[in-house]
């Protein structure tokens, strides 16, 4: 019989069973997933983005597949704050692990109201600040295109909350380290990354755009080494842990973003190709680490050699 | 819903560009529901990524049947199956038709419009074996679009076939034969799944005569399981209209909340 190996992760902020949380966006509200799977086996799941009204989101086609990707443009319809905290989060606060709110606002005003009135509210472990969601305004604009804005954001979201904050950066951007400095100055707790990337669809014989919304944002294994390097690059330049996602469909993935530089990943796109992948790539790399005799995950964190 | 990654793939059947599947799966063939769906997993590698969306066709103990028209890459690669491949399967996915002991008895118009019959059969047996008197109207623009007639003749429904370019059957929309029968004799439910405009068209005449009508919608799918938000379609509810799941709230909705936009 040998030992296991041991999963936990510790973010300095945040205690995790294992590396490996479910992508905010990819995991409705959690509950969707019970069906499929124990939730209390995640290292945790992030809610899908909340605004503080609730939204209604782009019209359809929402949704047009890529080569081993797919372009979205849901444009973050949701519930709302209130009806979360009042009818899922007392669901949720049952489940062992930790539930981390997404945290959208359509100005700054907005994500600080989002999280003064989370603040008032028991069971949530962490928040994921969704600055780079590229499908609600125009050209993908966002906050995190920008690094002024990003300080100034993240530094009113962490005076009003006690809570841990994460910052969710945007790939769409020519240097990704400069946004996480901003983020990192402004006292965020990590940051995550990557969003998705920018994208486009044209159907030839109609000569419309695929999405309603003309762009959309491309995630799955298509992005999967682009998002590698970002992490890479932003682990190697902020001393703030890195949750590193994109495209990841398997533990091998997901240890790729570990060596790279990853504290912990987010699996997205995958939940909606197996319900319950996110536990089977808690399952492999646990097997990996079994098969490789690493005693504990977190010493593979940016364990990456120079090529 | 459960995801029965070992299906087995019992027998093939195709006309042209439809396909019927015979699919082992006692899991999801017990509990399937009629106007359930299943995501269907078509490649083992990213590319196609996505499960694609089927509604089920038949159910019984042992599994399912899906019928579908090859639309893409997706379907065909699902094409290719043959007797005795794997698959995998997840559902039964979804709200289906009402099918209520009031019909007793009562007269059932199931309406399809070309790959959109493959719901109605499964729907039609579950009538039958509770009493409705059902009638189906199957349309498509030729006759290869009607692959299923012979189908459903042997399960002894009455059936009416209509073809766009009247290369077999009435000559003409599938809504226009409709339209002549309920002239003749009305009908105290309509079930429906086809191309958008055939169903606004059934659904106007649905209001118009007063009968009650349960419509079908497609859509493309990221997850079937209402986590991915990409599958609405526009529908009225208490509050007024909103973008709503098809694959949680639907895919079947009474006709009067279906915003319709064709």
Redesign the interface.
């Known amino acids: 019989m040998t030992s296991m190996a041991d999963l936990t992760i510790d973010l300095g902020f945040l205690r995790l069973k294992n590396p490996v949380l479910a992508a905010s ?4 509200y959690g509950l ?2 019970e ?2 799977m124990g939730l209390e086996k995640l290292g945790g799941f992030v809610v ?1 983005g909340l605004y503080y009204n609730p939204r ?2 782009n ?7 890529a ?4 372009i ?1 443009a ?1 444009g973050l ?1 949701g519930v709302g704050v209130k009806a979360f905290a009042e009818k899922t989060l007392p669901r949720l606060r049952a489940i062992d692990t930790a539930v981390i709110v997404n945290v959208c606002g359509s100005d700054d005003d907005e994500y600080v109201a989002v999280v003064e009135f989370l603040e008032r509210q028991e069971g949530i472990a962490a928040y994921e600040l969704n600055i780079s969601c590229p499908n609600v305004k125009k050209e993908g604009l966002c906050t995190a295109l920008f690094p002024e804005p990003t300080h100034h954001l993240v530094k009113r979201v962490k005076s009003v909350s006690r809570r841990p904050v994460i910052t969710k950066l945007s790939p769409n951007v020519t240097n990704i380290v400069e946004i996480a400095r901003a983020a990192e100055e402004a006292g965020t707790d990590a940051v995550s990354l990557v969003n998705t990337f920018l994208a486009m669809a044209v159907d030839i014989e109609t000569r419309r755009p695929r999405l309603a919304n003309t762009f959309g944002g491309l995630s ?3 992005i999967r080494p682009l998002a590698v390097r970002m992490v890479y690059q932003v682990a190697s330049g902020v001393k703030v842990p890195v949750i590193g996602m994109g495209g990841i ?1 398997t533990g091998a993935d997901a240890l790729e973003f570990l060596v790279a530089g990853a504290s912990a990943v987010e699996v997205g ?1 995958a ?6 992948a996110a536990v089977r790539i808690v399952r492999e790399i646990g097997d990996w680490c079994n098969g490789h005799g690493v005693a504990r995950v977190r010493d593979l964190v940016g364990t990456v050699k120079a090529a | ?1 459960t ?1 029965d990654r070992n299906a087995r793939i019992q027998d093939v059947k195709s006309w042209g560009d439809y396909y019927l599947l015979t699919i082992d799966s006692p899991a999801v063939g017990r509990t399937a529901q009629p106007g359930q769906f299943v995501m269907v ?1 078509v490649a083992d590698t ?6 694609r969306p089927l509604s089920i066709h038949d159910a019984r103990e042992s599994g399912i049947e899906l019928f579908f028209k090859v639309a893409g890459l997706g379907t065909e690669i699902l094409a290719r199956k043959k007797a005795g491949d794997a698959i995998d399967i ?1 559902g039964p996915l979804g709200k289906g038709y009402t099918v209520s002991p009031d019909l007793k008895g009562k007269k059932a118009h199931l309406v399809g419009g070309g790959r959109g019959i493959a719901p109605l059969f499964f729907l039609g047996r579950a009538l039958q074996i509770l009493g409705a008197r059902v009638t189906v109207f199957y349309g498509g623009r030729c006759q290869a679009d009607v692959p299923l007639r012979h189908r459903f003749e042997a399960a002894a429904f009455p059936l009416l076939c209509s073809t766009d370019d009247g290369s077999f059957g009435f000559a003409g929309l599938v809504t226009e034969l409709l339209g002549r029968e309920l002239g003749v004799s009305p009908a105290d439910m309509l079930y429906v799944c086809g191309p958008d405009p055939m169903m606004s068209a059934v659904a106007r005449m649905a209001r118009e005569s007063g009968i009650p009508g349960e419509f079908s919608l497609e ?5 079937g ?9 526009r529908v009225r509810n208490e509050s007024g209209d ?2 709503v799941k098809i694959c949680e709230e639907g895919p079947v909705f009474p006709g009067d909340r279906i915003v319709w936009t064709e």
């Open positions: 966006g990819t995991f409705g969707e997933f069906p499929y899908k209604e989101g019209p359809p086609p929402r949704l047009v597949e080569p081993s990707g797919l979205n849901i319809q799955g294994p298509a469909m796109t939940n909606f190709v197996d319900p319950d | 819903m995801i997993k990213p590319f196609p990524l996505l499960r997840l859509s493309m799918m990221g997850c399981i209402g986590a991915c938000w990409g599958c609405v379609r909103g973008w």
